[in-house]
């Protein structure tokens, strides 16, 4: 029996399509959005309202989106009796581009993570995540402003793949007792087991994203995150698989960091990018203590995710830290804090990182003029110290506001 809709598409709207390997974006681009779990509906609603805003000032009211509203998570569960329709999903791939607020997982039982088969079902291969700093919040560290990371974490591999054997399950028994027989292992009997698969399929298309997008960017470097020296074939590999692309389908383009030094005593030419690589320990303590050193930052999946997080407090926390799922041609941009049900419908959160995360999404679209428009008209909301609790508490005589309040001083200073 075909699952009933409940996805109403706008009249006025047209979708995005992909020719010759590019996207062709309509001035009035379909564009599916999912409000999210907790404090979703909140940021979602405000977040809409500062694009649309930022759309229409760019582009003197030539280009609007026509948003389209799809479900996971508790409102699925409450419409289909699903929290992942199967529609959803084909809404996502049919219209290419979407925005979503945060979706709840439990933890330690339940449902597998929403967010994680999202990006495994549309193959969302490239977390890209990036962190700045907005003049005027409060920081930990002296020198906030130092830190301007893009970070490339692989988003399907990893032991994210979701390959685990609960502890004294069967499964658990005989896969132990296989390794243990065959691989001369020492497993414990009484532990959980979990496989960390790492491809070169993976890892290359995700370095060479990354790659691609240092050059179009005109960034400087692409650093290789990595704890190879620990688990070698997985992550190890990911470091020599990196190096690999780089070399073969970016020569002429790229320089390793040893030509940097032997060819160019340090100095980084022009038009040229440095690959180098960093072991991921090392790795955090470097984005503290030199965070300027650093640019393009490729990673394995979980490395990646602690990472982004690790940046964003430097700058103010998740709050203001946008991202986005991308594939070959799907963008699925995202709050990449949680759902927060505690402060649901209470108008309180900040709706930053959903609304970067929909100025990211207006850069995909080529709609670069919104994108810079939003992003100016948050540093000067944050500037005249008119901001959500998150923010007014690391700050000395900000204004507090709330979710929609802030919106409309976003839009306001446009």
Avoid at 21 to 49: W, Y
Avoid at 263 to 282: E, H, L, M, T, W
Wanted: net charge positive; hydrophobic share 40%.
């Amino acid at each position: 029996m075909a699952q009933k809709s409940h996805i109403k598409v706008p009249a006025s709207g047209q979708r995005i399509k992909v020719k010759n390997k590019k996207l062709v974006v309509p001035d009035n681009p379909i564009i599916p959005f999912i409000e999210g779990d907790g404090i979703g509906p909140d940021i979602s609603k405000a977040a809409l309202r500062v694009l649309d805003a930022a759309v229409k000032k760019a582009f003197n009211s030539k280009k609007k989106i026509a948003w389209m509203e799809i479900y996971a998570g508790e409102k699925a569960k409450k419409i289909y009796n699903e929290w992942l329709p199967d529609e959803t999903i084909k809404a996502i791939k049919k219209y290419v581009v979407a925005l979503k607020g945060p979706l709840t997982t439990p933890v330690g039982g339940g449902f597998r993570s929403l967010n994680v088969t999202l990006r495994q079902v549309l193959d969302l291969y490239a977390c890209v995540r990036p962190v700045r700093y907005f003049e005027g919040v409060g920081s930990p560290v002296k020198h906030p402003e130092k830190l301007d990371v893009v970070i490339f974490r692989e988003n399907i591999e990893d032991v994210y793949a979701g390959i685990e054997w609960k502890m004294g399950s069967a499964d658990a028994k005989k896969v132990i007792g296989w390794l243990n027989k065959n691989m001369k292992t020492s497993i414990r009997l009484d532990s959980g087991l979990g496989v960390k698969p790492i491809s070169v399929f993976g890892t290359k298309r995700l370095v060479r994203k990354a790659i691609q997008y240092a050059i179009e960017k005109n960034r400087t470097t692409v650093t290789l995150v990595h704890k190879g020296n620990i688990m070698k074939y997985t992550e190890g590999a990911f470091r020599d698989w990196g190096y690999a692309v780089a070399k073969k389908e970016f020569a002429g383009k790229v320089i390793s960091e040893k030509e940097l030094w032997d060819k160019y005593n340090g100095k980084r030419p022009k038009n040229k990018i440095v690959i180098n690589d960093r072991i991921a320990d090392s790795m955090f303590q470097q984005v503290l203590s030199r965070p300027d050193e650093y640019d393009i930052l490729a990673t394995p999946n979980l490395n990646g995710d602690y990472l982004s997080d690790a940046c964003a407090a430097q700058v103010g926390g998740l709050g203001l830290a946008p991202g986005g799922n991308i594939g070959n041609y799907i963008g699925l941009f995202e709050a990449t804090h949680g759902t927060a049900p505690k402060y649901a419908n209470k108008d309180v959160i900040n709706p930053g990182s959903v609304i970067l995360s929909g100025a990211m999404m207006l850069d995909y679209l080529g709609w670069k003029k919104a994108a810079r428009l939003v992003e100016k008209a948050i540093q000067t909301t944050i500037s005249q110290k008119t901001v959500t609790y998150d923010l007014e508490r690391q700050m000395k005589g900000a204004t507090k506001v709330g979710t929609s309040e802030f919106a409309s001083k976003i839009i306001a200073n446009m």
